[in-house]
């Protein structure tokens, strides 16, 4: 078993045919995973060389049934940590975020947060978007999974984790977790992918969340 003292924080990392980024994505924790914090990869049904590409660059690699909410349940299950954060595989933390999760947590009293994001990629208008989400987010309590989402294991467990649905799994964490304390907004970035923003057009994404919400 892991010794939860040493693997103070836990990464989860959930993944579905992610064998073309893992290997970077996990490269971008190797300073992290020095400073004692675990990554535990998720994979949800991969049909593609995810797992065994993951494998050098984790602490655990597990399996789970298909589903980005059912899949940080598991790992969060599997893992050791105090505090738990949720990291999409086309998302890279800032430099020390470790650090500025436990500091910030520790100052506030916060058992719960996210970090602000960039968007990744050639449209303009993703500046624009990311702002909108930083801001939203602050004023609201909001997270979304792109922000990276933390919370004390204690805390994640009490609101019975994720609500395994199949969208917008994460506003709904966020909507539970806020009874319990206000988030812990960082102002240190994290750099998600505008792929899906690019595909689809940055427009049509919008609206398309906005009638998700």
Known sequence: ??????????IVVPVLDEASDIVATLASLRELRARGCE??????????????LAAPG?????ASPRGRAAQMNAGARAA???????LHADTRLPPGAD???????????????????TIAGASPMLRVVAR????RSRLTGIATGDQ???????????????????????????KRLKGVSAPLCLRERVV??????????????????????
């Open 1 to 10: 078993p892991y010794n939860r003292v040493m693997s103070h924080l836990s």
């Open 39 to 52: 990554v535990v990869v998720v994979d949800g049904g991969s049909r593609d060389a995810t797992r065994e």
């Open 132 to 135: 909108s989400m930083n801001a």
């Open 58 to 62: 984790a602490d655990r690699v597990i």
């Open 148 to 174: 990276a989402i933390f919370a004390r294991r204690d805390a994640f467990e009490a609101v019975g984790g994720f609500p395994e649905i199949p969208l917008m799994e994460d506003v709904a964490l966020s």
């Open 99 to 117: 650090q500025s999760v436990r500091l910030g947590m520790a100052r506030t009293g916060a058992r719960w947060g996210r970090f602000d994001v």
């Open 80 to 86: 050791g940590g105090d505090i738990l954060l949720f």
């Open 192 to 213: 998600t992918s505008g792929r899906r923003w690019e595909r689809h057009g940055t427009l049509r994404t919008i609206l398309l969340m906005w009638r998700l919400r």
